[in-house]
């Protein structure tokens, strides 16, 4: 069992920056791969950007450029800075961990961005 606390969030206009950070309760063994997912309001969860314990990442295209993801996965911790933030940034973002086959979900953090 893997347990994720996030932190972080809140409102900022647009233009303006957020971070995010999650950290994941102790492991047996290293934990595979951690990122952040997000779901806007009648949308399904999609992919923001994971890392994995390699340090390799995979960005969705909407947020290059605009959000880092930092952290050590071997450590158990990542988090999220969020720059040039936009409207449609606006969502629900989980924390996520992939560890034996198995994936587990935060609590989720709310960012909403204002126009």
């Known amino acids: 069992q893997v347990q994720l606390v996030e932190s972080g969030g809140g409102l900022v206009q647009a233009g303006g920056s957020l971070s995010l950070s999650c950290a994941a309760s102790?492991?047996?063994?290293?934990?595979?791969?951690m990122g952040w997912y997000r779901q806007a309001p009648g949308k399904q969860r999609e992919l923001v950007v994971v890392?994995?314990?390699?340090?390799?990442?995979n960005y969705a295209d909407s947020v290059k450029g605009r959000f880092t993801i930092s952290g050590d996965v071997a450590k158990n911790t990542v988090y999220l800075q969020m720059n040039n933030l936009k409207p449609e940034d606006t969502a629900v973002y989980y924390c996520?961990?992939?560890?034996?086959?198995?994936?587990?979900w935060g609590q989720g953090t709310q960012v909403i961005v204002s126009s």
């Open positions: 890392i994995t314990n390699g340090g390799s990442t």
């Open positions: 102790r492991t047996a063994f290293r934990i595979n791969r």
């Open positions: 996520n961990a992939y560890y034996i086959g198995r994936e587990y």
